[in-house]
């Protein structure tokens, strides 16, 4: 699985996420697709919850195999 590092879109930043990641088949996001967000909510309600959230989106070993071969991380 190959990790691609995009900006964050306008509109997430408008809604206070600060990291995002989403496991494609394709090199791109889909309409399809599920994007798992943290938020400066989340970071601020519990620090050391939203740092694990975010350690654990990017690990994605346990995926090697499966139909994604992307994991779009956006920060």
């Known amino acids: 699985m ?3 590092y995009l900006p964050l879109l306008k509109e997430q ?3 206070g996420v600060y ?3 989403t496991l494609s088949p394709y090199r791109f996001e889909t309409a ?3 994007r798992h967000e943290i938020t ?3 970071r601020l309600n519990d620090r050391l919850e939203a740092i694990a959230t975010e350690k654990r989106l990017k690990n994605d ?3 090697n195999g499966s139909q994604f071969k992307f994991n779009i991380i956006r920060t």
């Open 2 to 4: 190959k990790k691609i």
């Open 13 to 15: 930043r408008q809604r």
């Open 19 to 21: 990291f995002s990641s």
């Open 32 to 34: 399809d697709s599920t």
């Open 40 to 42: 400066h909510d989340d």
């Open 61 to 63: 070993k346990f995926f």
